[in-house]
């Protein structure tokens, strides 16, 4: 009866972080899309279209996110196991096909996006969560040996390689670097031996320098972080309107609906800059809002994983630091304390890629914090027993 009151009460633990983890990923949707409406509407009138065109587009979008959340709550993680090798594969061929003529969509002069015919899909986006499932997969595989051996992580690692490379190709350094730190997170989370990390860095840290040299765009983007006034008019010119916006929104802001530097001075704001919109007009209280909303979804996670390992750990954690990496490097280049990127705030920026990318992640966090009926039974005498459905 012990064991059994026990379990009952694990379980009662575990569902209540599972439903403050959904609601803190339900008031996180409904604030970015409300802020992005607001945001947007000054560039939509800009562009000589109605004050809504963003938001009815984002709304169409949810819809295909709410299924893909609900399908990644449900599916099944050991099919998704057993086929992680072949959405590996399709994935990194996707990434391929943005250079292929006629298929492949080119912006600002890059070629990250296909012509879908009704949206341009960005693959390096679905890339991100798949990679993140490949890894756990892998390494919990491997866990007797990575930790002794850094040569048992060649090849995933080398597979992370192949498609962070082919996203720089796609001239988009920002998406390349993040999805290859938030990767990996996942190796260090799985106790991977400490060679593997030198080595990695090794190559990593010189490579970074030669991404970032190889492109004058780049560079000046660095040397604008680096000297504020430099070329404010130009290259500076979305960071520092963002910062005056931000400044401007004081402790309470000016009203939802009510901001004005959206209405000419932010480019792309229903973007890359919508959370400098969303402060303008909500202020020092709507910033805590957002992240006493983000903080308790994080917390959510790990405490609902508390005393498990294996798959479903490594998967979770993996893209909790995943979103958590977009949420922080967004509101650090729109405050000014990173270099500009164009990496998406996740609830919050406009986009189908984006947003279908956070609702897989999203959806799969849920899938592995579920309570499946088994949790780690203290036995008297100090040995531990458990049980699972072999997803860890």
């Avoid at 086929?83 to 292929?100: E, K, Q, W």
Wanted: net charge neutral; proline share 3%.
């Amino acid at each position: 009866m012990k064991i059994l009151d026990h379990i009952s009460a694990e379980s009662r633990i575990t569902s209540r972080y599972e439903a403050g983890y959904a609601g803190s990923f339900l008031a996180l949707t409904l604030l970015g899309f409300v802020a992005m409406w607001s945001s947007s509407s000054g560039y939509a009138i800009r562009i000589d279209q109605k004050a809504s065109y963003f938001a009815v587009k984002q709304a169409l979008f949810m819809i295909g996110a709410i299924a893909a959340f609900v399908v990644a709550s449900r599916i099944s993680l050991d099919w998704l196991r057993r086929n992680i090798g072949l959405f590996t594969l399709v994935s990194l061929v996707s990434l391929f096909l943005p250079f292929v003529p006629k298929l492949g969509v080119e912006i600002n002069g890059g070629r990250r996006w296909i012509d879908l015919g009704f949206m341009n899909f960005q693959p390096s986006e679905l890339w991100k969560p798949i990679s993140i499932i490949y890894a756990a997969h892998i390494l919990e595989k491997k866990s007797n040996e990575i930790g002794n051996s850094a040569v048992e992580a060649i090849f995933p690692f080398f597979v992370v390689v192949v498609g962070t490379v082919t996203i720089f190709l796609q001239d988009d350094f920002s998406t390349c670097a993040l999805s290859f730190v938030a990767v990996m997170s996942v190796f260090w989370l799985a106790g991977t031996h400490w060679m593997f990390f030198a080595g990695a860095i090794l190559l990593a840290v010189p490579a970074g320098f030669l991404m970032i040299a190889s492109s004058q765009y780049r560079l000046t983007r660095v040397l604008g972080f680096i000297i504020p006034d430099y070329d404010p008019h130009g290259m500076n010119y979305q960071v520092q309107n963002s910062i005056s916006a931000i400044m401007s929104g004081g402790l309470w802001g000016k009203g939802l609906g009510l901001g004005t530097r959206k209405l000419t001075s932010i480019p792309e704001i229903q973007s890359d800059f919508v959370f400098a919109g969303f402060v303008e007009e909500m202020g020092l209280i709507g910033v805590v809002a957002v992240f006493a909303c983000w903080v308790y979804l994080a917390y959510s996670v790990v405490k609902a994983l508390r005393g498990r390992e294996g798959f479903r750990y490594l998967l979770a954690m993996g893209l909790l630091s995943l979103l958590s990496l977009q949420f922080l490097v967004n509101l650090g280049v729109a405050s000014g304390f990173l270099p500009a990127t164009g990496i998406a705030l996740p609830f919050f920026s406009a986009g189908g890629s984006s947003l279908l990318s956070t609702a897989l992640a999203g959806g799969l966090i849920m899938n592995a914090i579920r309570n499946d009926g088994f949790s780690a039974v203290p036995v008297e005498g100090g040995a531990d027993a458990s049980g699972g459905n072999g997803n860890g």
